[in-house]
DNA sequence: TCTGGGGTCCTAGGACCC
DNA sequence: TCTGGGGTCCTAGGACCC
């Protein structure tokens, strides 16, 4: 088990900065890539975030910035986001003996038993990150995660805003290695709503109590905390002050629920392409399923109108449960789909539906059960099914094989959506990789 | 007039994260 | 006209049990 000093190593605005690698022409431009649908800025370039877009700001509301600013908007390109990813983490890995992958762009590195000075090496590692696949990152260094996460935060916010921070905290800082006055300082500069488990909703409650530094945050009493608000907090100023509470987990744990939704490229109302978007979502999330080895006890569906539009509002969802637990792509497709016959009112502009599998379980724990109806060989038959199929769509492409359910051309998925500024796959497609010209 | 104590399980909702 | 997707954990309250 890893004690610490802990590591965490975040790519700079990393949707951004992946881009940017196969387009250089975006550096020092704002730049923010956005959603699903092209519908709100998920990740944003310094410049953009300079302009004053918000994470999660809708781009009709931003996109006048093209023609003021010179904003360019991208649409999310994930294919590549996670292979630059793989890329990443491989390098950062090297900075200590065990790694948490902890997002896309993160990952915590348990520093425990490293000689020499981390604060040097963190440096190398972060220039070699750099050298090696063009993404810019920040590390922190702490005595436990939450100060980890939080140096990380300082490494950042020094390096885009000078004078918030002393400059030599920019890229690498190492909290660890700051004398106590120096610490306090820092921590007496950075606001509570900053520090990683404090959100909107507490961050408001503690500063209604004067509590508005990370400073006066950590010199809380825990027991105190633990009654006002909550264990998750108390272990949050317990880190803040020092004391380990949040383990490495090396090893992801597999998921308790599986989820498929989206929002649909235009509002749809009628039966039919709702259940064909349902069929798409609950084939998605079998494969999902099937990938991480579990079966499924209960398929929940759901569909619902836009929140934000005017118009009579429709919102509903029905758990339907499995005869028993399985990962059968048709068996779940029916779920699904009888569960959205149950919920569906004609009428309702619906702007997304989605599938969420829930009661996961290991597919090697399967209850025993009296074969009553004799179809023990058709059970077999269709896990060897279920394999041929994964095994077909990952070396030929997703899609390669799918239920009928889901529609066969994609022209008429009146529910398919919206992807107008997306970049070529140029690090998983042959077709797509750039060519450098002497 | 007077109405126990303790425990478990489930669910919905809140809060948080990226 | 246009507002993402996928998760986790905790808590409170109700149902139920002895």
Redo the contacts with the bound molecule.
């Keep these: 088990m890893s004690a610490g000093p802990f590591a965490l190593v975040d790519g700079n605005n990393f949707y951004v900065s992946c881009e940017r690698v196969f387009r250089p022409s975006l550096n020092g431009m704002p730049v923010v890539v956005l959603?699903?649908?092209d519908?709100?800025a998920?990740a944003r370039s310094n410049e953009a975030k300079a302009l004053g877009i918000k994470m999660?700001a809708?781009w009709?509301e931003i996109k006048h910035f093209a023609e003021s600013a010179g904003l360019v908007a991208l649409s999310a390109n994930f294919t590549l986001y996670g292979d630059m990813s793989d890329r990443m983490m491989s390098l950062a890995a090297g900075l200590g003996p065990t790694q948490e992958i902890y997002?896309?762009?993160?990952s915590f590195i348990g520093l425990d038993g490293v000689r020499g000075d981390l604060t040097d090496r963190a440096r190398k590692v972060r220039s070699r990150i750099l050298v090696w696949t063009g993404i810019p990152c920040g590390i922190g260094i702490g005595p436990t995660k939450t100060l980890a996460k939080l140096a990380n935060y300082i490494s950042k916010t020094a390096e885009r805003k000078p004078g918030s921070y002393p400059p030599e905290l920019a890229q690498v800082c190492n909290l660890a290695a700051l004398p106590r006055d120096e610490l306090e300082a820092v921590l007496g500069a950075t606001a509570v709503g900053d520090v990683?488990?404090?959100?909107?909703?507490?961050?408001e409650q503690l500063e209604e109590g004067g509590i508005r530094t990370v400073l006066e945050l950590a010199r809380l009493d825990p027991a105190t905390v633990r009654r006002r608000w909550?264990?998750?907090l108390e272990r949050t100023v317990r880190e803040l002050q020092g004391m380990p509470c949040v383990q490495m987990e090396e090893v992801p744990a597999a998921?308790?629920?599986?989820?498929?939704?989206?929002?649909f490229g235009r509002v749809v109302t009628a039966l039919e392409p709702l259940l064909e978007a349902v069929s798409e979502y609950a084939s998605r999330a079998a494969e999902?399923l099937r990938k991480q080895g579990s079966v499924v006890g209960n398929v929940l569906v759901f569909a619902h109108t836009?929140p934000?539009?005017p118009g009579p509002k429709y919102h509903r969802s029905v758990v339907v449960p499995l005869r028993r637990p399985s990962s059968d792509t048709s068996l779940i497709v029916h779920a699904a789909m009888a569960g959205l016959h149950q919920i569906y009112q004609p009428g309702f502009d619906l702007?997304?539906a989605?599938v969420m599998l829930l009661d996961l379980a290991p597919d090697y724990l399967v209850q025993g059960e009296l074969d009553l109806e004799d179809d023990g060989a058709e059970v077999a038959e269709r896990g060897r099914l279920m394999k041929a199929m994964d095994v077909l769509n990952n070396r030929f492409g997703k899609g390669t094989l799918q239920v009928a359910s889901s529609g066969l051309d994609d022209a008429h998925r009146e529910w398919g959506m919206r992807q107008e500024r997306r970049t070529p796959h140029y690090t998983t497609k042959i077709s797509d990789i750039p060519i450098a010209r002497a």
């Design positions: 959603s699903n649908n519908g709100c998920i999660g809708p009709f997002s896309i762009d993160e990683w488990g404090v959100g909107r909703r507490i961050a909550s264990v998750v998921k308790k629920e599986i989820a498929h939704t989206r929002s999902k836009s934000y539009r702007i997304k989605g």
